[in-house]
């Protein structure tokens, strides 16, 4: 049972190029999550996904896009790559039964763009 | 539309001493709570939740939380700190089913814990 993983750990883009980071989860869940880390401002939600064929936005959905199409992927899409996109990347998932309503999160993506 | 408040971005603990992380949260309806541990490098861990019933939680690694609804707070305390306990720490509400946030997760902006001999 690998739990979340993500692909690749680290990346560095040049301004206009895109990209696809890979998430994947093995434990069935049917919420799957792409958040953004940046220092000091906690995670902001970018797309998640109540199961496969169902997307939404969350906070912060500029310059990106998602698809859903099995319940085990969730691949994030950046076109046209910007420096403010400079971030760290998680996927998280979750079951959201009442009896283990938690996120299990992915080791991150950590993604340079210059 | 509900809202999560960490304060203090850094906190410096003796080993030894009490480990001591606030939160606030605002909602309209009973929320529930999470803290989340992340070390260098590495993913969010849950390290407690609270969703109904006792509003003491204990978690991993000797955290505790308790619940407080007079006060919309949930703050994170262990007794001793240890100096593995150096890390980010993240508070988040969710809301329950039926509200249109089902599902969502809201983080606070983290705390960091420096721990020194």
């Known amino acids: 049972n690998a739990g979340v993983t993500q692909t690749p750990k680290f990346r560095i883009l040049k301004i206009g190029q895109s990209m696809t980071l890979q998430c994947t989860q093995d434990?069935?869940?049917?919420?799957m999550y792409w958040y953004r880390q940046d220092p000091g401002m906690g995670l902001k939600l970018i797309y998640y996904s109540v199961g496969a064929g169902i997307t939404d936005k969350g906070e912060v959905p500029n310059g990106y896009n998602v698809s859903r199409s099995t319940t085990e992927d969730f691949p994030l899409r950046l076109e046209l790559a910007a420096p403010s996109q400079t971030s760290v990347y998680f996927c998280?998932?979750?079951?959201?039964?009442?009896?283990?309503?938690?996120?299990?999160f992915g080791p991150g993506t950590r993604l340079t763009v210059t | 539309a509900q809202s999560v408040t960490q304060l203090g971005s850094h906190v410096s603990v003796s080993e030894g001493a009490l480990v001591l992380l606030r939160c606030n949260y605002s909602?309209?309806?009973?929320?529930?709570l999470f803290w989340y541990v992340q070390y260098p490098n590495q993913g969010l861990q849950l390290l407690l939740k609270?969703?109904?019933?006792?509003?003491l939680v204990k978690g991993i690694n000797g955290f505790e939380a308790e619940f407080k609804k007079s006060e919309t707070s949930f703050h994170l305390t262990k007794p001793s700190a240890h100096m593995s306990d150096a890390a980010e720490y993240f508070c988040?509400?969710?809301?329950?089913?039926?509200?249109?946030?089902?599902?969502?997760?809201?983080f606070g902006a983290g705390t960091q814990v420096v721990v020194t001999p």
């Open positions: 988040a509400v969710s809301l329950s089913i039926g509200t249109d946030s089902w599902g969502k997760f809201q």
């Open positions: 998280a998932s979750s079951r959201l039964a009442s009896s283990s309503y938690e996120q299990y």
């Open positions: 434990m069935n869940h049917n919420y």
């Open positions: 909602s309209s309806v009973p929320p529930y």
């Open positions: 609270y969703t109904t019933g006792a509003t």
